[in-house]
């Protein structure tokens, strides 16, 4: 069981990224280095995150669904992909985490955590749409999927800025389809990671209960002012912890 002080402080990190997942996406630069921090090996925190991640994206799918911004019929050829992406992602890393360094995924994460930094903001309006409801299963959908199993943060910003990009939606509405495949990608590396016994429920349980906190904060909140808000925050937290995290190791 964690210390009372551990479970307070990673309660507050999966808080925090359930609201930032729902609005703009990226929980994940917050809770896998926190997990890391908190001396969880890296397929360890990996897999205890998509656990815990699993109730924020959920409860931000219903909400959504709720407010009708869910599309049924155009959801199923890319979430049938999505599912299929995550679990060879998560069959992926499972392998290759024994032939990297201790200390590469951190480094992955600030990589990211870098790039995630210099994406443009997501547009408000939709356009006409660019690709097929099957091409996009078929490319976005499965990669995305793919890298969510294999490593995750910032899948819901690629998926809402393809969503916007390539299907011409707005991005409420893109933000919404988002969460769904989010929801189906941590389901399915879930299920992959369940048989390895890399997860560590007490930790993974007193997270949760800060992402349903938090993700039903952030599906209240106005998308459009809210990633602005979140973005800066987001990524320099990640950093400091990913980079606290190699520091300690180098040390």
Known sequence: MPSPELAALLFGAALIAGCIDTLAGGGGLLTIPALIWAGLGPVEALATNKTQAIFGSGLATVRFAQR?????????????????????GAWSIQRLALLLPSGAIPLLLIAVAIYFWRLPPIPEQGTSPRLGALPFALTLALGVGFYDGLLGPGTGTFLALG??????????QATAHSKALNFTSNLAALLCFLPSGQIHWSLALSMA???LTGAWIGSHLVIRHGAALVRPALVTVSLLLSASWVWRELR
Do not use: K
Not at 68 to 88: E, H, K, N, R, S
Not at 163 to 172: E, H, I, T
């Open 163 to 172: 969503y916007v990009a390539l299907r011409g939606y707005g991005l409420r």
């Open 68 to 88: 009708g911004l869910l599309d049924p019929q155009g959801l199923a050829l890319a979430v049938t992909c999505t599912f299929v992406g995550a679990l060879i």
């Open 209 to 211: 209960i800060g992402q």
